[in-house]
């Protein structure tokens, strides 16, 4: 009996480290870590994604859960494995500059992406194929975001200072909004009939696209507004800064004057001034934050608590995600590598 069990036991062992052997370039390495229970469907409890040949600033999981997308410096945008290898399965080439954002549709079928070289692209995920090249900023377009609902709107911030609404099924941009400053984050409100934009004059701003003017200012951030994330249920946007907080604000209509609900901090910002996003977990219960100190913070939206300080990256946490339906995290960084890991 005991020599039948020793048997399972070595059986174990090489099936362990027969998967970390699973490792080259453009495929994920499982980091095994041993006695470790188990909370989501990936092959290991951490897996990293190297192929990278740049800093990775943008990194989101497909809405079904099945894929992510990473893009960054290397103009390069790759889709991965969720499960299994991790293995990179499709990789979409066409801007010249760096990739500063992407984003998926609410369908999963169309990826949007913001890129230096002043243009958003728009990719049919099934083909690997960019289907518009959206032209109009006359500078670096720092953020963009489709609309959650409706019509395939699409918004975007650049340095030059303004918003753009558009619509990819027209002809030529939509309406731009005037801002008196560099534009570094934007994101829909829940019904897309405001866009909350953030900038390096520290407000955030929702404008009113009935009107197509300016609805009101959030006002608390003492530096640059890096990221914005909108709440599940479309009722409170996340921001991080460059004054080292994490804010959460009440953006629904009828607010109390002082909107500002939440301040986490814990995370940093440091010279390199890279635009360091956030994002919620599927349930609101959790966030997370880009950090410049090679760390992945996560904190409970009730108490405000740090739950995770998670170590790994060597350089800037510049974006991260969770899964839609499983307790995962990922993380996309200064160092080239993509990290895929469980949290209970």
């Not at 293995?87 to 169309?110: K, P, R, V, W, Y």
């Not at 994101?187 to 009107?211: H, M, P, Y």
């Not at 410049?292 to 739950?307: C, E, G, P, Q």
Request: hydrophobic residues 35%; glycine residues 8%; proline residues 3%.
């Amino acid at each position: 009996m005991d020599l039948k069990r020793k048997a399972e036991e070595l059986a174990v062992v090489a099936a362990k480290r027969v998967r970390t052997e699973v490792a080259n370039v453009n495929k994920g390495t499982s980091i095994v870590q041993s006695d470790v229970s188990r909370t989501s469907s990936l092959m290991s409890p951490i897996m990293l994604l190297e192929g990278h040949q740049g800093e990775i600033f943008t990194v989101e999981f497909h809405p079904e859960g099945q894929y992510l997308a990473s893009a960054g410096f290397d103009r390069q945008i790759y889709i991965w494995n969720v499960y299994g290898e991790c293995e990179n399965i499709s990789l979409m080439t066409g801007h010249t500059g760096a990739i500063m954002e992407l984003h998926f549709s609410t369908d999963g079928n169309t990826l949007f992406t913001a890129s230096t070289d002043n243009t958003l692209g728009m990719w049919d995920i099934e083909t690997g194929i960019r289907v518009k090249k959206l032209k109009g900023h006359t500078s670096f377009v720092n953020s963009c975001h489709p609309a959650r609902r409706g019509p395939q709107l699409v918004c975007s911030g650049s340095d030059d200072c303004s918003i753009k609404l558009w619509d990819p099924r027209k002809r030529g941009q939509g309406v731009t909004l005037n801002n008196t400053y560099q534009v570094t984050a934007v994101t829909f409100s829940d019904t897309a009939e405001q866009i909350l934009s953030g900038g390096i004059d520290n407000d955030i701003k929702v404008w009113d696209l009935r009107k197509n003017a300016l609805l009101y200012r959030l006002k608390g951030h003492g530096d640059t507004v890096t990221g914005l994330s909108l709440s599940p249920d479309g009722s409170y946007v996340l921001s991080n800064a460059m004054d080292n907080t994490v804010r959460i604000w009440d953006v629904r209509p009828f607010a109390a004057q002082e909107r500002c609900v939440k301040i986490l901090t814990g995370h940093q910002h440091n010279f390199e001034k890279n635009l360091l996003r956030c994002a919620w977990t599927s349930d609101g219960s959790k966030v997370s934050a880009g950090s410049a100190d090679r760390f992945v913070y996560l904190w409970d939206t009730t108490s405000r608590r740090i739950l995770y300080k998670l170590p790994g990256h060597n350089g800037s946490v510049n974006d991260v995600d969770f899964h839609p339906k499983e307790p995962i995290i990922m993380s996309g960084s200064s160092d080239k590598l993509v990290y895929v890991g469980e949290i209970d």
